[in-house]
């Protein structure tokens, strides 16, 4: 069964930087064809795909959201990353990593709440 975990801290500073794990079991981030997102939801509202990490080592992000955010990988430990610049208010929301695209997703970590803080 794919499993994936997100960690990282849950109160970060406004202008601060965001650094996120993402922990994959199960399942390779480099199986052919296979695509890893991050994607966020904010409260009370939908869920925004961040970016994504192509299986070829490839990535993509949200046109919005491109010039402050970074994703890595470690094909090594199985894991994949987000960095975040320049943290708004806005940008509090549960964030997740899922096996899939900016479409879709089939498995889904289970979220690590991040509070940006004044």
């Known amino acids: 069964q794919v499993q994936l975990q997100e960690s990282g801290p849950g109160l970060v500073k406004s202008s601060q930087t965001l650094s996120l794990t993402c922990t994959v079991s199960?399942?390779?981030?480099?199986?052919?064809?296979?695509?890893w997102s991050w994607i966020r939801q904010p409260p009370g509202k939908a869920p925004e795909w961040i970016g994504a990490?192509?299986?070829?080592?490839?990535?993509y992000y949200n046109p919005s959201l491109q010039s402050r955010t970074s994703i890595s990988r470690d094909n090594a430990k199985n894991t994949m990353y987000l960095q975040m610049n320049s943290l708004k208010s806005e940008d509090t929301a549960m964030y997740y990593c899922?096996?899939?695209?900016?479409?879709?997703?089939?498995?889904r970590g289970q979220g690590t709440q991040v509070t940006v803080s004044l």
């Open positions: 899922t096996r899939g695209d900016r479409s879709s997703w089939t498995y």
């Open positions: 199960g399942d390779s981030i480099t199986t052919t064809n296979s695509y």
């Open positions: 990490s192509h299986y070829a080592g490839n990535y």
